[in-house]
């Protein structure tokens, strides 16, 4: 039956639509925004409760991703199989203004709530930067949790942030626990843990649609704050296991890695999934099935299932690719 076998999948994206958001996210990634409005995020691969992307062509089309992973889960997963979810989220996000200062729980501490839930460690990648555009990560050498909590009172949190200006390709990595906020200008990919919860610790005293301040959660984003952690820089990429290859990221929840090349380049064959996103260029993706092109922009999940995939860039591309450990 066509069914017993996994191919590569792409998904049809959720957006979302914050105060902050813009319009960027068609211009610079060509995505199909839905009309008027802001819109913040899109989020490409996602298995967080309700929120599910849904498989986007093949025989699969319309078919949940958290009911993908119930029927294919190891050809899926490979090596990282069984999971109770599909273990990362992959999204875009577009700051037309400053995100609010916000923390994430750690996996210990997020497992204490009710009911319990996975922490959030996730890194960004920028892929747009207007001059001047400010990253805020971790906290400067010295602040602790007195400190902070005086300023944020004083309604003057940014005193204690660790902040730098960013270049288009950096890679900011955000433990569980770091405190930071994504700047005005910007337009990035972020890869994540699966989960949603965030505690916002200052909003820049601005109003939401509502005309009220937008709810702050002090008390529980004080407690959720590594304070040794100190300030956050963008991250040094180190040589991967071939010339074209940069690893920008690795961590117990996910490896993100750099790849910029001119000829085919084939992934996989390691009994894991890899998410493929393009940075630059296009690039066909061939499997067994009929090939896949992806522009900038575009992102699919190779499931562990298809061995090695070669990706044949038309012209020069860069891409990452993401997989677990």
């Keep these: 039956m066509a069914e017993r076998f996994l191919y590569p999948l792409r998904f049809q994206p959720l957006y979302k639509s914050y105060l902050w958001?813009?319009?960027r996210l068609a211009a610079l990634l060509g995505k199909q925004l839905p009309p008027d409005g802001p819109w913040a995020e899109c989020w490409e691969i996602a298995d967080l409760g309700s929120e599910q992307t849904c498989v986007?062509?093949?025989?699969?089309?319309?078919?949940a991703l958290n009911e993908v992973l119930a029927r294919y889960g190891r050809e899926l997963l490979g090596r990282h199989y069984p999971r109770p979810r599909f273990p990362l989220l992959l999204k875009f996000l577009d700051a037309l203004q400053s995100?609010?200062?916000q923390v994430h729980p750690s996996d210990a501490l997020a497992a204490r709530l009710v009911p319990p839930a996975a922490g959030k460690t996730e890194a960004w990648v920028v892929l747009a930067a207007e001059p001047r555009s400010i990253i805020y990560a971790g906290l400067k050498s010295g602040v602790d949790r007195e400190t902070l909590a005086e300023a944020v009172q004083r309604g003057a949190?940014?005193?204690c942030l660790h902040s730098f200006e960013p270049a288009v390709g950096d890679c900011v990595f955000l433990p569980a626990g770091t405190v930071h906020a994504?700047?005005?200008?910007?337009?990035?990919?972020?890869?994540?843990?699966?989960?949603?919860?965030?505690y916002r610790l200052f909003d820049w005293n601005r109003l939401g649609p509502n005309g009220r301040p937008r709810?702050?959660?002090?008390?529980?984003?004080?407690?959720?704050?590594?304070?040794?952690?100190?300030?956050?820089?963008p991250c040094k990429p180190q040589p991967g296991?071939?010339?074209?290859?940069?690893?920008l990221v690795e961590c117990p929840y996910f490896c993100i890695e750099r790849c910029d090349f001119d000829?085919?380049?084939?992934?996989?064959g390691d009994e894991r999934f890899h998410i493929v996103v393009v940075l630059e260029g296009e690039i066909v993706v061939a499997a067994d099935t009929a090939p896949v092109v992806l522009e900038r922009g575009g992102v699919v999940l190779l499931p562990a299932s298809l061995g090695r995939v070669f990706l044949e860039p038309l012209g020069g591309a860069s891409v990452l690719d993401v997989y677990l450990p």
Excluded: F, K, M, W
């Excluded at 709810?215 to 820089?233: K, M, N, S, T, W």
């Design 21 to 23: 958001g813009g319009r």
């Design 56 to 63: 986007a062509s093949g025989h699969l089309q319309g078919i």
């Design 99 to 101: 995100l609010s200062v």
């Design 157 to 159: 949190c940014q005193e």
């Design 182 to 198: 994504l700047g005005a200008g910007l337009v990035v990919a972020e890869i994540q843990q699966p989960s949603d919860i965030t």
């Design 215 to 233: 709810q702050l959660h002090v008390a529980e984003a004080l407690e959720a704050i590594d304070y040794e952690r100190g300030p956050v820089r």
């Design 241 to 247: 296991n071939l010339p074209h290859v940069s690893r």
């Design 263 to 268: 000829r085919p380049y084939s992934l996989g």
